[in-house]
């Protein structure tokens, strides 16, 4: 089951020398740079994505579908200031086209300001991204705190669509997250049963069944996921991160996380996944340079800091672990443990 995962990684790997060379030579090459950021991003390089499509940006300074292509890695970058620059600019330089429209709602959504993230959404009413709008309008009525208004509006594009995943993902996602687990694993059991081949709702249900502490069955799950998806290395990574936590098996611990780097190599949170195991397995000089990898990609991720702030702090470099928690901390104000890791004395 392994040997498809790495064939697909050696060959994502030649293309990108290959299209590499080509993209040197052809610098005006739109298809072919974008070609080559869409592998570094099925490889877990979204730093180098992000500067190719930078440097296009700057080759065609009026091409809407660059400003909103660097917007919405703004977005998984956290980088706010940025994503409304570029989405604004791609709405200007395509005023009749949806796209910067919903990306503006996600980007308020991503912040969790809800009331504004909802005025975007309700600016579309119909088109090809209209499914989307529904989905993530119920999110953000949820978090506004109408969750029958919400679970309503799921529950009937559910019926309307029984055999789309994204809906049942969605209403499991919002019940995770305020906390009804059982129900959230009841929707995914259910969904399953439509839909067993779906590699997605395994782990969503796995990643339930961790939080309920049902060891047993997550790792089930996610070994379902491996399965159908033999390239998920969220899947390897999701196993091998759970058993570097509970300290449990750490040569199988290895073995998923390598498999997972393998397939995305530049991953921030493999990154810090493997950085994390070599602190369980008593090399704090190893994980300090897969950390600072990592903490490179993410500098503002509040648990990823909060390892690489450890690892300092266990190598004796305090106010470096300091400034890290502090860095963090201040992108993500209610952290608590964040918060209790700065009250720590030398």
């Avoid at 839909?195 to 379902?224: C, I, R, T």
Wanted: aromatic share 6%; net charge negative.
């Amino acid at each position: 089951e392994i040997m498809p995962s790495l064939v697909g990684s050696e060959m994502c790997i030649r293309d990108r020398h290959s299209i590499q060379s080509f993209t040197a030579h052809h610098p005006d090459a739109t298809k072919a740079h974008q070609y080559l950021a869409a592998l570094y991003l099925k490889m877990g390089g979204t730093t180098q994505a992000y500067r190719i499509y930078q440097g296009m940006a700057r080759q065609h300074p009026d091409n809407p579908e660059i400003a909103l292509s660097l917007g919405i890695m703004d977005i998984e970058r956290h980088n706010w200031p940025a994503a409304q620059s570029n989405l604004q600019r791609a709405r200007d330089l395509a005023p009749q086209s949806p796209a910067p429209i919903y990306y503006l709602g996600r980007l308020y959504e991503a912040q969790g300001h809800w009331a504004e993230s909802l005025q975007w959404y309700q600016r579309i009413h119909s088109g090809p991204l209209y499914a989307e709008v529904e989905l993530h309008s119920a999110r953000v009525e949820y978090q506004l705190g109408d969750h029958k208004k919400a679970l309503t509006r799921l529950q009937t594009l559910a019926t309307a669509h029984p055999k789309e995943a994204q809906i049942p993902l969605l209403q499991a996602d919002l019940l995770q997250g305020s906390g009804h687990l059982q129900q959230a694993l009841q929707i995914l059991q259910q969904a399953l049963e439509r839909l067993p081949e779906n590699a997605e709702l395994w782990y969503a249900q796995g990643a339930v069944q961790e939080q309920l502490h049902d060891f047993p069955a997550m790792e089930k799950s996610m070994h379902q996921v491996i399965q159908l998806a033999p390239d998920n290395a969220q899947a390897y990574n999701f196993l091998g991160y759970s058993l570097v936590e509970r300290n449990q098996n750490l040569s199988e611990a290895s073995t998923l996380l390598h498999q997972a780097i393998e397939l995305e190599p530049e991953n921030p949170e493999i990154l810090d996944s493997i950085g994390w195991l070599h602190h369980r397995q008593g090399d704090n000089q190893k994980a300090l340079e897969y950390l600072q990898k990592a903490h490179q990609a993410l500098p503002d991720d509040p648990e990823l800091s909060m390892h690489l702030g450890r690892i300092l702090w266990a190598l004796g470099k305090h106010q470096e672990a300091r400034n890290v928690w502090q860095q963090a901390l201040d992108k993500n104000p209610n952290d608590t443990p964040l918060r209790q890791e700065l009250t720590r004395q030398p």
